[in-house]
């Protein structure tokens, strides 16, 4: 990864002045973000002492505010300068980590959690805005590209430090683990200063008639941009997917060693980390978008496929064979959907709305991993190989339906200065 960011892959010659200290800064949030996952159930439930039910809803909650917040907050990043609203929104989600350290008290820790999920999501919309408006629109793609692998690189780095928090499960190494965790937003935020001043977006004037983008909700009056965003949220269903079912299918439903769960843990990170960019070559338009989608969409249902015959193996390696395979399929296929998904959700934005258009479309995510633990366990194990079967044909719909949100969305009558 370093290597790459140094020698500027091909499509960024000549970027390295502003994607440099800004995959720093992506690799220095994830860092904690990983040390994070790893450590944050086991830390809240076993030193702070919240009872895990109180834990869950109290994180559902706050991630549900942080989602009726994306628009509005994603907005600030496209009427200020969107690194500074980065860097801002990096700070007080360290903040709002030290409080997690300083208090036992349940509405503490809501309000705490509340800050914490709107600055996440806020700094992945300002961030969108920030590269939006500092990357020439041809090379966005491949360039959050390089981004998402440096965010795996440091996802595994962060879940290998959470594992020696673990191993050493005192509570002074779980507040050791957290205050590194919130050093690393510090970092992220002070990174960003080597990030060259993006240009400000152009003054926008309607036409009468035409379709207002610039008012704080004007994305929800588009409507092929508000059908992408839906059909987005069905196709992250992927990610719950790997986090929660899948560890419980493995467990539960085949003869895998517990291991494996580990294994395609792995075997997703090493592939993003390896090939994410190369899966972003020749996606540079949002027709190239289109077709891209469709292929992930027949990745995403063979990988469910693949997955829907692992519980009939008896040999634990036969089965763990399987889950490999699937895993693998899966990932290429959530490769190529980030990808083209990354391009058509850009593309599309009118007015350089960044902020507020992209953070609409990570709702779709977030709302994914809110409710998709209850609909996918329920899928997967209660339903077995027709569940996985069916949740491969949602992912095969999805895909082929987003050619024709492209269309709807192409007749708004918006500007779209890059819908090539």
Same mark, same amino acid.
């Given at each position: ?55 869950? &809803? !109290?994180?559902? $909650?706050?991630?549900? +505010?942080?989602? @009726? /917040?994306? *628009?509005? %907050? ?104 957290? &205050? !590194?965790?919130? $050093?690393?937003?510090? +970092?992220?935020? @002070? /990174?960003? *200063?080597? %990030? ?108 469910? $496929?693949?997955?829907? +015959? ?111």
């Amino acid at each position: 990864m370093a290597e790459d960011l140094a020698l500027s892959p091909p499509g960024t010659v000549g970027l390295g002045r502003e994607l440099r200290p800004l995959a720093a800064s992506y690799i220095a949030t994830y860092v904690g973000d990983g040390l994070f996952y790893v450590t944050a159930a086991l830390y809240f439930t076993q030193v702070v002492g919240l009872r895990p039910v109180v834990y869950g &809803a !109290a994180l559902t $909650a706050a991630w549900l +505010v942080a989602m @009726a /917040l994306s *628009v509005p %907050v994603g907005h600030l990043a496209d009427r200020f300068n969107p690194r500074t609203v980065t860097a801002a929104l990096l700070v007080l989600t360290g903040l709002a980590t030290c409080v997690y350290l300083l208090t036992h008290q349940v509405l503490v820790f809501f309000a705490a959690a509340c800050v914490f999920t709107t600055c996440t999501e806020g700094t992945h919309s300002a961030r969108s805005a920030l590269i939006g408006r500092t990357f020439p629109a041809d090379q966005v793609t491949r360039v959050r590209a390089i981004l998402i692998s440096a965010s795996n690189a440091g996802l595994a780095l962060g879940a290998a430090l959470g594992a020696l928090v673990i191993a050493s499960g005192t509570p002074d190494a779980y507040r050791i683990g957290f &205050a !590194a965790d919130a $050093a690393t937003f510090f +970092v992220s935020a @002070a /990174l960003l *200063v080597n %990030v060259p001043s993006p240009k400000a977006p152009a003054p926008q004037v309607a036409d009468a008639g035409e379709v207002s983008a610039g008012s704080l909700l004007g994305v929800f009056r588009d409507r092929g941009y508000v059908v992408l965003g839906v059909l987005n949220m069905l196709m992250t269903l992927h990610i719950p997917l790997t986090d929660v079912a899948l560890p419980l299918w493995v467990v539960q439903q085949t003869k895998a060693p517990v291991w494996s769960i580990a294994v395609l843990f792995l075997v997703n990170t090493t592939l993003v980390v390896l090939f994410q960019y190369r899966m972003s070559r020749g996606v540079e338009s949002v027709d190239d978008g289109v077709r891209g989608i469709r292929v992930a969409g027949v990745l995403l249902f063979l990988g469910m $496929a693949l997955y829907s +015959v692992s519980g009939i193996p008896h040999s634990p390696w036969a089965a763990a064979v399987l889950l490999i395979a699937a895993a693998a399929v899966l990932t290429f296929g959530e490769m190529r959907q980030t990808a083209t998904m990354m391009e058509i959700s850009f593309r599309l934005v009118p007015g350089e709305r960044y902020g507020q258009y992209q953070g609409f479309f990570g709702m779709g995510s977030t709302l994914s991993e809110a409710v998709g633990p209850l609909v996918l366990t329920w899928l997967v194990l209660y339903q077995g190989t027709w569940g996985w079967l069916a949740l491969g044909v949602v992912f095969l719909a999805a895909g082929l339906a987003v050619r024709h949100a492209v269309e709807l969305a192409r007749r708004a009558p918006l500007v779209r200065e890059n819908a090539q």
